[in-house]
T-cell receptor, first 110, second 117 residues
Framework: LAKTTQPISMDSYEGQEVNITCSHN???????ITWYQQFPSQGPRFIIQ???TKVTNEVASLFIPADRKSSTLSLPRVSLSDTAVYYC???????????FGKGTTLSVSS | KAGVTQTPRYLIKTRGQQVTLSCSPI?????VSWYQQTPGQGLQFLFE???????NKGNFPGRFSGRQFSNSRSEMNVSTLELGDSALYLC????????????????FGPGTRLTVL
């Protein structure tokens, strides 16, 4: 599995756009990029997944450059409830376990 | 559709005891994975079961074991508990076991908080 590197923490204010970048230099051809969100004392929750270019859903956008060596999770207009840990994961083989890194702790203030 | 359920939600044990945790996956999901989460080590993969067979295993001692039943429900067992086993134990289910392949996300339960005294 490709190793991922992301910032340990980020701070933001309500209403701002937050971009969390993850680097994955050794990503394989068949790997997907997936982001999970975790609130304290809860299990992680799937946010978004992509393979290349841009993916958007109702909560976030995922930008992936052509070389796929990095990806950026974009959270538009964050609120206090977006305070959580965000994990970037890379992989794609069926039956492959999720290997979580330290994640990025996002703190949103009013 | 009901989500992943885990029982019990909280558990207090003493060193040397053993414990069994239970996980019921989302209906139709055949894969169940277990994770341990601690403040120091973060989220660590324990093992994954698919169609009653252990398909993947993380780097944990043999005191940690699991099994999956024909209805996909899973249990994990920890024997000879140590203080360091205190953690949040999370179970996740998915259709075929990969939370990374396209359209195959893993759904996590609320976890079992185990405290070892």
């Amino acid at each position: 599995l490709a190793k991922t590197t992301q910032p340990i923490s980020m701070d933001s204010y309500e209403g701002q756009e937050v971009n969390i970048t993850c680097s994955h230099n050794n990503i394989a051809t068949n790997d997907y990029i997936t982001w999970y969100q975790q609130f304290p004392s809860q299990g992680p929750r799937f946010i978004i997944q992509g393979y290349k270019t841009k993916v958007t859903n109702e909560v976030a956008s995922l930008f992936i450059p052509a070389d796929r060596k990095s990806s950026t999770l974009s959270l538009p207009r964050v609120s206090l409830s977006d305070t959580a840990v965000y994990y970037c994961l890379v992989g794609g083989q069926a039956g492959t376990a999720l290997i979580f890194g330290k994640g990025t702790t996002l703190s949103v203030s009013s | 559709k009901a989500g992943v359920t885990q029982t019990p939600r909280y558990l207090i044990k003493t060193r040397g005891q053993q414990v069994t945790l239970s996980c019921s996956p989302i209906s139709g999901h055949r894969s169940v994975s277990w994770y341990q989460q601690t403040p120091g080590q973060g989220l660590q993969f324990l093992f994954e079961y698919f169609s009653e067979t252990q398909r993947n295993k993380g780097n944990f001692p043999g005191r940690f074991s699991g099994r999956q039943f024909s209805n996909s429900r899973s249990e994990m067992n920890v024997s000879t508990l140590e203080l360091g086993d205190s953690a949040l134990y999370l179970c996740a289910s998915s259709l075929d076991g990969s939370g990374l392949a396209a359209y195959n996300e893993q759904f996590f339960g609320p976890g079992t908080r185990l405290t070892v005294l």
